[in-house]
């Protein structure tokens, strides 16, 4: 399952946002994108997903204009996930279950219900099905906004910071699963990131944006200390350890 974007512009009222987007996403890629805060990323994701409309370019699913989409076919293409999930009285096994309406009929069906278990499980909640949101830290919200996405079966994931709020053991366990998910499942994944050396780990593209524009796309093998100094303004050296590759802030850094 192919996404194009091809020259997206976005405004917000007279201001530019995101100019001249082009990017691609091939089927069982993790993509990270990186940038400065402020420079259009999570933007990025809503105008993928037609939660924003752009002023001008397009983006489409296997040659399918995502933006003459209605709803329902939006959810089942992409499975969002936002920055914080919003607390509610609703238990998280409820809350998983709304990824599942795309799918469903009048009542959900066994099926359904055997598959929010499952996504409860795989993200670690499975303890915890029946806790209502808002007795939640926000570390297990963003869990459950992961595993509501994940029933929605989308083609493609598009995950905005998903481990902003998670300790270090969660980030990890959460970043495993969406790599494991792209590479068994006929899905693809976009996370907006600031963390360099999580990306570095677990990502095979790299999409760097500046000042609302893409500065470079490469692969792993391709970020190097120049891109980083060019989009951070930070210089860093880029290290290997354990078969990783490590960005590393220099000793001297601007004030």
């Known amino acids: 399952m192919k996404l194009q974007v091809k020259d997206l512009d976005f405004h917000y009222r007279q201001h530019a ?15 990270a994108v990186l940038g400065p805060n402020g420079v259009g990323k999570t933007t990025l994701l809503r105008c993928i997903n037609a939660m924003h409309r752009p002023r001008g370019g397009t983006i489409t ?19 969002y996930v936002a920055q914080r999930g919003e607390s509610a009285r609703m238990t998280a ?24 278990e499952a996504a409860l499980q795989r993200i670690g909640l499975g303890e915890l099905s029946l806790r209502f949101l808002d007795e939640m830290s926000g570390g297990e919200l963003q869990k459950v906004c992961i595993a509501r996405a994940l029933v929605q079966e989308p083609h493609i994931l598009l995950l905005d910071e998903p481990t902003s709020s998670l300790d270090l053991k969660n980030q990890f366990e959460i ?20 963390d ?48 990783y590759r490590l960005v590393v802030p220099r000793a001297t850094c601007p004030q």
């Open 17 to 31: 946002v995101l100019q001249q987007i082009d990017l691609e996403l091939h089927q069982g890629e993790l993509m």
């Open 61 to 79: 699913v296997e040659d399918i204009n995502v933006l003459r989409m209605g709803s329902r076919d939006i959810a089942r293409h992409f499975g």
């Open 93 to 116: 096994f409820d809350a998983v279950l709304l990824g599942r309406t795309p799918h469903m009929g009048w009542r959900p069906a066994r099926d359904d219900l055997q598959k929010v």
């Open 175 to 194: 970043l495993q699963t969406i790599r494991a998910i792209t590479r068994s499942h006929p899905v693809s994944a976009i996370m907006t990131m600031h």
């Open 196 to 243: 360099l050396n999580s990306a570095l780990r677990f990502a095979d593209r790299f999409v760097f944006v500046k000042a609302g524009r893409i500065y470079a796309d490469v692969a792993a093998s391709g970020v190097t200390p120049t891109i980083v100094q060019a989009v951070y303004g930070v210089e860093v050296d880029i290290l290997e350890h354990s078969g």
